[in-house]
């Protein structure tokens, strides 16, 4: 498509996405808005009217898409089949990947609309040829960990107008401007159909009858205490467990087929020093297989950043191998490499060692 000075903007009636809206029609943008329906809680479609009343305000045309079945059966199913699997699930990450950019750039395509923004708090940059993904200015807003499966056809069209904000700087422009409901909304917490609690989440969803309570057992077989049921529980949790003895003890294997959770006393028997990746993504092959470059690789949005090389195999996974020792790897996690501030690509771990 040839470029043009349109852009669809995804917007949630949130802040960032106002905000968003508003800068991105000061740069001389024409804006269209569109709110995807992906998941009501109770029905409540208040974000629906945030959107429009906003649109309304900054005189831009305004759309709903119900993707409310897309994300059933793509988020919702594979989240619940991950837990029932035995392993964690990174349902914001698959949500970017397969469906809120896809989207975007699908209706952008039908509509004649070159660009298309959200409010990630991320920045692009060309590299040899090859947009990647670079972090946020805002090192506790940067969401740049959920968006290493993109293609190039998304990332070269896409506009990221939160890139070099802070969240504060954002809420004070949209309290300047008389966007006084966005500027106090609160942030979103964690993934949005469970915030906090996908334990709630699962009673709810799941049948009764398949998750029972089951034992856990030390590294030697020993029974330690009952679980609630081995869906509840994620490698390397601590809290919650329910068994009080007088050290602290770790979620160290969880096996769907017994519904036993063997539990360690040693953090160190948690780590690992190599990783296998499936449904893997790299932006340019040649800067992440063929470098001598530092790789750093992160399998959590914060706090964590370890060294490592990335080989790919003959059939078809990346094999990580770390340069120090990682603790709490769980299957279906995400891992994402970066150098610097440039994400090269990422994937879903299958396995660790
Ligand atoms: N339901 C939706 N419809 C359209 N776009 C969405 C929707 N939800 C999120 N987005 C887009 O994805 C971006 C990131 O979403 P996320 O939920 O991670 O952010 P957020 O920090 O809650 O953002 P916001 O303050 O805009 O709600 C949003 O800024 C918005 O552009």
């Given amino acids: 498509m040839q470029e043009n000075n349109k852009v669809l903007l995804g917007m949630s009636g949130g802040t960032d996405s106002s905000v968003a809206a508003l800068l991105l029609q000061d ?47 793509r988020i919702i199913s594979y989240f619940i089949n991950e837990y029932m699997t035995g392993r964690t699930p990174v349902p914001c990450t698959l949500c970017n990947n397969y469906l809120k950019w896809p989207l975007l750039k699908k209706l952008a395509d039908e509509k004649g609309i070159y660009h ?43 506009l990221l107008p939160m890139g070099k904000l802070t ?15 966005a500027a106090h909304k609160r942030d979103s917490l964690g993934v949005c159909f469970c915030p906090m609690d996908y334990r709630s989440f699962l009673k709810e969803h799941v049948k009764k009858e398949l998750i029972m309570p089951g034992n856990f057992y030390d590294e030697s077989g020993n029974c330690l205490g009952k679980h609630e049921g081995y869906p509840f529980y994620t490698i390397g949790q601590r809290r919650g467990l329910g068994i009080y003895l007088n050290k602290a003890l770790f979620v160290k294997q969880i096996i769907p087929q017994t519904n036993s959770i063997i539990l360690s006393d040693q953090l160190c028997s948690l780590r690992q020093t ?80």
């Fill in 167 to 181: 969240k504060n700087k954002v809420r004070e422009i949209a309290a300047e401007r008389g966007f006084l409901k």
């Fill in 27 to 73: 740069a001389g943008y024409e804006v269209t808005g569109v709110t995807f329906r992906f998941y009501e809680k109770g029905n409540n479609t208040e974000y629906l009217d945030d959107a429009r009343e906003l649109c309304e305000r900054l005189h831009i045309s305004h759309i709903t898409y119900d993707a409310r079945n897309e994300f059933r059966e």
């Fill in 274 to 353: 190599e990783m296998y990746l499936t449904d893997w993504h790299v932006t340019n092959p040649s800067a992440l297989f063929e470098t001598t470059d530092e790789i750093i690789v992160k399998i959590r949005y914060r706090k964590q950043a370890n060294r490592c090389t990335v080989i790919p195999t003959p059939d078809g996974q990346l094999h990580i191998k770390l340069h120090e020792p990682l603790t709490s790897i769980a299957a279906g996690q995400a891992a994402a490499f970066y150098r610097d501030d440039v994400v090269l690509g990422g994937g879903i771990i299958c396995s660790s060692l």
């Fill in 116 to 158: 298309f923004a959200t409010g990630h708090y991320v920045q692009k940059r060309n590299i040899d040829g090859y947009w990647h993904i670079t972090t946020g200015t805002d090192a506790d807003k940067d969401q740049s960990f959920f968006l290493w499966g993109l293609p190039q056809d998304i990332l070269q069209r896409m």
